[in-house]
């Protein structure tokens, strides 16, 4: 008669447990495929969706603008879906990086995808290099949208010129760039950190 095993691998009691504690492994996922397995998701239009509310989020940022965003792209739309809203801006600082993930699942969900950026204004002369963090992190911010795609090649442009011979993250543009560009694009104010504001 077998000895009776109360141990779930297969090694004997006066043996340290096996690997296979449940079993053969049929599946390993890593954090990465996981989080791909969530972009990749299934997406719903919302059952409950009532009239459209007459809102619509213009400076929504996604975890691509670090320190301003949090959320994916996808996120924010399922999130924008949820409340009814019938448009979304997602809006990075200086740069279109969720962009293509933003617009694909605003498309499955029914929300208008609104894609801008969000750039820095060098609004006064640059000081020596050793003070460059704190001038640019000061700099006030100015929103772009795109309106079709000159808007689009145009903000691309701009951000692009923007960041050309400078170490990342001290990208910073001038009003003179944003006027040379603005065909297809609408300029907001921004926030707190916008001229306006300041």
């Not at 605003?106 to 001038?135: F, H, M, S, T």
Request: aromatic residues 6%; charged residues 30%; positive net charge.
């Amino acid at each position: 008669m077998p000895e009776k095993r109360n141990r779930p691998s297969d090694n004997t009691s006066d043996q340290p447990p096996g690997r296979n504690l449940a079993g053969p492994i049929t599946t390993i996922v890593a954090a990465g495929a996981r989080k791909e397995r969530l972009r990749q998701r299934d997406w719903k239009p919302v059952a409950s969706v009532r009239a459209p509310r007459p809102y619509a989020e213009l400076r929504g940022a996604s975890a691509f603008s670090f320190l301003d965003g949090a959320s994916l792209p996808e996120d924010l739309v399922v999130e924008a879906a949820n409340r009814g809203l019938p448009a979304m801006a997602l809006v990075d600082t200086n740069g279109v990086y969720g962009a293509p993930r933003f617009y694909k699942a605003a498309k499955a969900v029914g929300v208008k995808a609104l894609v801008g950026a969000e750039v820095r204004l060098e609004d006064r002369p640059p000081p020596a290099k050793k003070d460059i963090e704190e001038y640019v992190r000061k700099l006030p911010r100015v929103t772009l949208l795109v309106e079709n795609r000159a808007g689009y090649r145009n903000l691309c442009r701009l951000l692009t010129a923007g960041a050309l011979g400078k170490p990342k993250g001290e990208q910073r543009v001038r009003w003179e760039d944003v006027a040379a560009r603005a065909d297809g694009l609408h300029c907001l104010t921004g926030g707190e950190e916008g001229s306006v504001a300041r």
